[in-house]
Structures are given as structure tokens and as C-alpha cells.
């Protein structure tokens, strides 16, 4: 059946489920007309001890069925905040056709999932810029569902015979709401990041937890808040020695209690709760967001209802707190008259996003059904269409084998079946010889592949060696003769010397999935690739920063190549160069050792006739070094004179004239100590060996690839 141009938004909650059905202003594009509503609460809160949710959501769907025609119509459910994950992301200035492929990548870094166990989707926000196609500093909305919560969300609705077009995450319902109802278009003004304007902030108080969402109409930032009306409930229950079903009953009607005061005093603590929570979670946004202004504060949810919670938030937050008693682009009509639509107004804002967006009005469009089931639905809507184009075609065929089988009968005689016989005798021997080929090939290829083994293990003994030989070439050296250095403070921290004291090394089946990705963030963030601000004062002495000339890898595409099997090798070492503040600690280490091991070469046999040549650490297989640790500055006291624990006894000029002579007039003389400020340090990289004959095929094809791009450019220049 085609659809029509009406939505259901469903929010089945805690409490009840409310249900609104709009569809679009005939004459007014600011507007959209509710069409019919729905509130069903149930007999129990979902989340009592003694309830029983799959049963109770049934029955409130055949009663809302029961009432309501969804034939034609669209419908689109929300699913709770914390139920699913919302990233912002801000990309670097990129094409604009190329943003799909980075926010994929993105994902597997942002989603601690598999991606083949999630549902996700992303939106490029509104008030970006572009320029010749390329987007300036995009930010991008990325949202996830594990498969089995979407599963769990859809399984009431598929039993009740609900066909869901459109899934959507709770706090994102009311981003859009807020966007369509209380603010201006956004798209007729640009927008400003150094001054953005005023943000409202949402406070939607539910069952069992609250939505706090801070939106400024192109920007969006939320927090699910684990305390929700039924805390006051569990509260008064706990403290009065009530029932639960007493409880909510005396907490609904606390002003016409025997002793509202009594009341009060036993809710206060979970008023104190949530007021601390909304607190800290407005500091926090304050505290990323410095340029942001916060403008009004408005109020959702029937629990919010609760008598004096409203003014007791205006009080402490210091700015008034309004609950919404209409909807300002939202024609209700009759609806708008009915007592229960008036009552639940608070409670129907979570509809009222849906509604927008399922009407092609709302700022974010995301949508976490599954791929899978929308397929589905195409295919079954087709089928009628299928079953008469395969009809169609069976009679074509039909047709078809009618006049073959005419033709065949005018030419079944005996030439034509000697002519036949003649053709098989012939196949048969083609296949004689085709088998004997395919016998000889692979033998040929079972030959090849044990000659390339008998290559590889001569040559897979020297990895270990070019390995070592590599570390030690990529090591920074004092090139001073012994006689020109001297056992002074300054000379030993200015040595360009690091002191290793154990190479340790680990074998993984897959480098990228076992090692790269549970280090990602910290050698991100040791790379100096994903900083949103500059690290303090006592952060850069600890741990230092990169140079900006140090190479490095892009966070995209930057673990290329890293799957499959390889090995992670740790060093563990030491230096003294610590007096240049420009170039101690672990700018040391960084701009020596893991520059060279990635921008440096070392000399091996590995010439035609095994004569020495340079070869890149990048060939070899090395990649991704980085400082994995850092310790303080420590002092330490040496002897320079020391020598394996000892002392040095010099004798006397007169004890060396002859044996016996001078010989007890040796003596011990006073060792020179110099404290120095010691920095240890751990450098770990990753290995993929690359034998002799690999690295001549990788420099066979880049030769071949520079061709290629030559001639390219030369065909361009003609």
C-alpha cells in the first residue's frame, strides 16, 4: 500500500506511551498539524521489581491499535540516550566527496564495536563552510546502536504487526524539536563559531533518568542523568515506609498530603542529587564550549510536574526554569481542547521531534534502522510486480522452447547425428588434454612454491640481524675521539648519546586488531595528532612534544597495512641530554630515535652482488614508533673514574720505578662526582620483516609506479 504524507512519532517510555500523528501545514512550511494523539499509561512502571515490561508495552499497543488506523502512515520510535552512542567530530578541512570515507574511519576509532555489530549512521551538522569543494572544518554528528538493543527496541512493535520506517535516539528527538518550535531557521544565517548564539538548555525529566540537552541550534551537546521521577518515588517509599504504588500516589498529589512538609523533607535529597548533576553537567559544558552563552532554560517531562521541583531549579541554577505549556509551530486543532493532550503536554515533546523529522523538517535526519530490514521491505513491496515479470518471462520461454523444439525436429536426421558423435569424440579428447595441463601446472606451481621456501628461509635468517643492525644505526653517537671528551657536567648531558638497557619483542597474529588498536589513543596522542588544546606546563616538562618537523603518520589511513602478523618491539633506555630545554627529555628521544627510525636508512648487503647499499627502515618493515612511556627527571650521581662498580687505584709516579718500590705508597684517589638529570624512557615500534626479495619487489614497483606517473605527466604536458 503507498504511503501517505502522515507520521506517527511513538515514544514508548517508562510510564505510558505517547504518540502523536502530524503531517505537514498545507500553506505554512513553519508549521505541521497534529492529526490525532495518544496516551496510554500503564498499570505499572516498566521498571518496578514486580512488573513485567514485554507485557505490559504489549498491552499498551493493542490498546493504542486498538484506537488508532497506522495504515499508510509512517512511523518512527525513539530509543533512550544512554541506550545507544552520539560523537561530534570535527574533521580537518578536506573535499567535500571525501568526507563518507573519513567519518568511516572515524567510526571504527569512535565506536568501541565492531562495525559489523552496530547500527550507525552520521550527519554533516549545519553552519559549515566550503570553498571549491573542499569543507572547511566540517563537524560531523556520528550515532550507534548495538544490533541487539535496536532488535530489543523493534520487538514489540514487530509482534503488534508495526512497521517501523525510523529510529531515533531520545535526546536527538528533542535537539530536533527545539530546532523546529523555538528557534529561528537556521539555515538563513551563518553561523559564527567565535560567537555563537544563545544556547537553550533542556531539561526533559523522565521515569528513571533525565536528558539534559545544550543546543544552540547548529550545535548540539547532551548527558543522560541517572535520576528520573522514580527516585522521588523509591525515595518517599524508603523513608515513609510505603508501598511503591502509595509512594507515587503521594508523591503526585505531596501538596494535599496530611503532612506535605514531611513529604518534602523526604524527597530533598534526590532534589539536591539532581540539581548537583545538572550543575556539573552545565560546568563541563562550560568548560569545552568557552565561547557558549547560555539563554533559556525550559522543562519536559511529567515529572516535572512534581510540586516545587520547578522553582527549586529556578532558585539554585539562578535563571528561570519555564515547563512548556504549548507548542508554538504545532497546530493541534481539536487536540489542542482535549483535557488529556493538555494534561501530558510536557511528556509529548519526544513525539513532536519525530513527527519533524519524519517530515523532512528537522536539523538531524539520522535514522538507526537497519539496512537489512528496509531491503526486506523493498523486496516485499516489489513482489507483486516480480511474480508478473517472471510470469511474463515464462511465457517468453515457453514461446521460446516451441520454436526450438520445431526447429530441432526439422533437423533430427542421421548426418546430423553422426555430425554429433564426430563433436563428442572431439570434446572428449580437448578435455583429455585440458586435464593433463591443469595436472602439469600444478606441478609446476607445487615446484615454485618450494623453491620460494627454500629462498625465504635462507634469507628469513638474517631479519634478526639487519634488525639489530638497524636499531643500532638508528641510535644517536657522540662522534668526538675519546681524548676530545671530558668528565664534565656539561660534556655528559650534552652527548648525543642514548643508553639502551633491554630490547624486549612480542609476536601478534594481527598487529592492527591486538596491539595498534588498544594503543590508538595514546600514540595518538603521543604523535601529537588528536590534541584539542595545548598540553600545561607540568604536562609538557613530564612527558614533552613532538617537533613539528618530526614525520609522522596521518590519523587517517595512518595503520595502513598493519594487519596480519608481526611484531612489537620494546625499548627500554636512558640518556642524559637534558640542559638544552629545547631539546631534553622526550624531544631528545623523538627528534633521534624514532626520527630516524622513520625518515633514516642503514647500510646492508643488499645489492645484486650483496654489495652494501642504504636501505629505509621503512623497508624493512618498521613503522609506527613512539614514546610509550616516560618517567620525571631524576638525579643521578656517576663517577666518571668508576669502572664495573670499582675504583680506579692509581699509583703514584714512584710506584712504577720497579717491583717492590714505591708499592705501599699507593693510593685511592678521590673519584670526580658529577650529578646529572637521567629521563628513562620507553620506545616501542612495529615490525613487519621484509626479506631481501620483498624489498627488491617493493622497489620494482615504486619504480614502476614513478614510470608510470612520468609518462602520465608527460601525455598531460603534450
Known amino acids: 500500500m503507498a504511503k501517505s504524507n502522515a507520521v506517527w512519532g511513538i515514544d514508548i517510555g517508562q510510564c505510558a506511551l505517547k504518540a502523536l500523528r502530524c503531517r505537514a501545514h498545507e500553506k505554512d512550511d513553519q508549521q505541521i498539524v497534529v492529526e490525532s494523539f495518544d496516551y496510554i499509561e500503564y498499570p505499572k512502571i516498566l521498571s518496578q521489581p514486580e512488573a513485567e515490561p514485554e507485557e505490559l508495552i504489549r498491552e499498551a499497543l493493542e490498546q493504542f491499535l486498538s484506537r488508532n488506523e497506522l495504515v499508510g502512515d509512517r512511523v518512527a520510535i525513539s530509543v533512550a540516550g544512554q541506550s545507544g552512542l552520539a560523537r561530534f567530530i570535527k574533521l580537518p578541512p578536506v573535499e567535500s566527496k571525501k568526507i ?82 523555538r528557534l529561528e531557521d537556521l539555515r538563513s544565517r551563518a553561523y559564527d563559531p567565535q560567537n555563537p548564539p544563545e544556547s537553550t538548555v533542556v531539561i526533559s525529566l523522565g521515569t528513571d533518568t533525565t536528558d539534559l540537552v545544550v543546543t544552540n541550534g547548529y550545535r548540539v551537546w547532551q548527558r543522560n542523568i541517572p535520576i528520573g521521577g522514580n527516585h522521588f518515588t523509591k525515595m518517599l517509599s524508603k523513608e515513609l515506609k ?221 631479519r634478526w640481524l639487519e634488525l639489530m643492525k638497524a636499531i643500532d644505526a638508528a641510535l644517536p653517537r657522540d662522534l668526538r675521539p675519546l681524548e676530545e671528551r671530558k668528565d664534565t657536567l656539561e660534556d655528559f648531558s650534552n652527548r648525543n648519546e642514548l643508553h639502551i638497557s633491554s630490547i624486549d ?99 646492508l648487503p643488499d645489492g645484486d652482488k650483496n654489495e652494501m647499499v642504504k636501505v629505509s627502515f621503512v623497508d624493512l618493515g618498521i613503522s609506527h614508533p613512539w614514546r610509550a612511556w616516560g618517567d620525571k627527571l631524576r638525579d643521578e650521581i656517576i663517577d666518571p673514574e668508576a669502572e664495573l662498580g670499582g675504583k680506579r687505584a692509581r699509583a703514584r709516579p714512584e710506584a712504577r720505578l720497579g717491583p717492590g718500590i714505591g708499592i705501599d705508597d699507593t693510593e685511592e684517589e678521590e673519584s670526580k662526582l658529577i650529578t646529572l638529570k637521567r629521563y628513562d624512557f620507553i620506545v616501542q615500534f612495529c615490525w613487519h620483516p621484509k626479506t631481501k626479495s620483498e624489498r627488491h619487489e617493493m622497489a620494482e614497483q615504486r619504480l614502476r609506479e614513478q614510470e608510470a606517473a612520468a609518462a602520465q605527466e608527460s601525455d598531460e604536458v603534450r
Not at 131 to 147: I, W
Not at 150 to 163: K, N, Q, S, T
Open 100 to 181: 563518507p570515507d573519513i567519518v568511516k574511519y572515524e567510526a571504527r576509532q569512535q565506536i568501541p564495536f565492531d562495525l559489523e555489530d552496530v547500527v550507525w549512521d552520521y550527519q554533516q551538522l549545519t553552519g559549515g563552510s566550503e570553498e571549491d569543494g573542499f569543507a572547511l572544518e566540517p563537524e560531523v554528528g556520528l550515532f550507534a546502536m548495538k544490533r541487539d538493543q535496536v532488535a530489543r527496541a523493534l520487538e514489540p512493535l514487530e509482534a503488534a504487526g508495526i512497521e517501523v520506517d525510523l529510529i531515533q535516539l531520545t535526546p536527538l528527538a528533542v535537539y530536533n524539536y527545539v530546532c523546529f518550535d
Open 242 to 462: 510505603l508501598t511503591f504504588v502509595k509512594a507515587e500516589h503521594l508523591k503526585r498529589n505531596a501538596t494535599q498530603a496530611d503532612d506535605p512538609k514531611a513529604v518534602f523533607q523526604a524527597m530533598r535529597p534526590v532534589f539536591s542529587d539532581l540539581l548537583a548533576e545538572i550543575q556539573r553537567s552545565l560546568g563541563y559544558f562550560r568548560s569545552i564550549e568557552k565561547t557558549a552563552k547560555i539563554g533559556e532554560m525550559i522543562a519536559l517531562g511529567n515529572a516535572m510536574k512534581l510540586p516545587g521541583l520547578q522553582r527549586y531549579l529556578s532558585q539554585n541554577l539562578e535563571q528561570e526554569v519555564v515547563p512548556i505549556e504549548e507548542f508554538e509551530r504545532l497546530s493541534a486543532g481539536s487536540a489542542a481542547a482535549r483535557p488529556q493532550f493538555k494534561e501530558n503536554i510536557l511528556s509529548f515533546a519526544v513525539s513532536y521531534g519525530l513527527c519533524v523529522q519524519g517530515l523532512g523538517a528537522s536539523e538531524i535526519g539520522t535514522n538507526l534502522l537497519p539496512e537489512e530490514i528496509v531491503r526486506s521491505r523493498l523486496i516485499r513491496a516489489k513482489k507483486p510486480w516480480a511474480v508478473a515479470g517472471i510470469a511474463a518471462i515464462l511465457v517468453g520461454l515457453t514461446f521460446n522452447y516451441l520454436t526450438h523444439v520445431s526447429a530441432w525436429s526439422e533437423t533430427d536426421t542421421q548426418e546430423m547425428k553422426t555430425a554429433e558423435r564426430s563433436a563428442d569424440n572431439v570434446k572428449r579428447v580437448s578435455a583429455g588434454y585440458k586435464s593433463e595441463s591443469s595436472t602439469l601446472h600444478e606441478a609446476f606451481e607445487t615446484i615454485q612454491q618450494t623453491g620460494q621456501n627454500l629462498v625465504s628461509n635462507v634469507e628469513g635468517r638474517m
Open 505 to 603: 619483542v612480542q609476536h601478534f597474529a594481527n598487529v592492527q586488531s591486538e596491539y595498534i588498536s588498544l594503543v590508538q589513543q595514546q600514540y595518538l596522542d603521543s604523535r601529537g595528532l588528536q590534541s584539542d588544546s595545548d598540553p600545561s606546563e607540568e604536562e609538557e616538562e613530564e612527558y614533552g612534544r613532538f617537533d613539528e618537523g618530526v614525520a609522522g603518520e596521518s590519523a587517517e589511513g595512518g595503520d595502513a597495512g598493519l594487519a596480519g602478523p608481526g611484531w612489537v618491539i620494546e625499548l627500554t633506555g636512558h640518556h642524559y641530554h637534558n640542559l638544552d630545554k629545547r631539546n631534553d627529555t622526550a624531544r631528545f628521544v623523538n627528534n633521534t630515535l624514532i626520527k630516524t627510525l622513520e625518515e633514516g636508512f642503514v647500510e
